[in-house]
């Protein structure tokens, strides 16, 4: 079991990530979807990541057994609207992550929207739109 969430929020896994990801809660802000998102793909949690997609973007399988991205860090840059009483959000981030020796950087727009009173993944903003 681990101490600390790997969304960097800096409160213990099972009070934080964890609780979402074992079923105890539901995100109640888009932001705390979007750090369970990372913390899924931190963990390979692929079940996690595809029920909490959107099921007009979700693929139909990952493969997270087989990637070999080791990630590193979560930094949040904003968020717009998101809260429990909204039905939309947007989260900007950048996680760092690694793949063999190289260091990458991912700068993601998210956007999430409430399906059936819950928080999703809806998809990423086009940054050179």
């Known amino acids: ?3 600390l969430c790997p969304c960097g929020s800096g409160r213990r ?9 074992s079923g ?7 932001e705390a979807l979007m750090r369970s998102r990372y913390s899924a793909y931190v963990l390979r949690l692929e079940a996690y ?34 809260r429990p009483a909204d039905q939309t ?7 760092i992550y690694r793949i063999g020796a190289q260091q990458h ?3 993601e727009e998210s956007r ?3 399906l059936e009173g819950r ?7 086009d940054p050179d739109a």
Do not use: S
């Not at 105890?24 to 888009?30: F, I, L, M, P, S």
């Not at 928080?119 to 903003?125: K, P, R, S, T, V």
């Open 1 to 3: 079991m681990m101490d």
């Open 13 to 21: 896994y099972a009070a934080c990530c964890g609780a979402l990801h």
């Open 24 to 30: 105890k809660r539901e995100a109640k802000t888009a």
């Open 49 to 82: 990541l595809l029920h909490t997609w959107h099921p007009d973007t979700r693929p139909g399988t990952l493969d997270l057994e087989q990637d070999h991205t080791r990630w590193l860090g979560l930094t949040l840059r904003g968020t717009q609207n998101g």
């Open 89 to 95: 959000g947007q989260v900007r981030f950048t996680a």
């Open 105 to 107: 950087r991912l700068d």
């Open 112 to 114: 999430f929207v409430r």
């Open 119 to 125: 928080w999703i993944y809806l998809d990423a903003l």
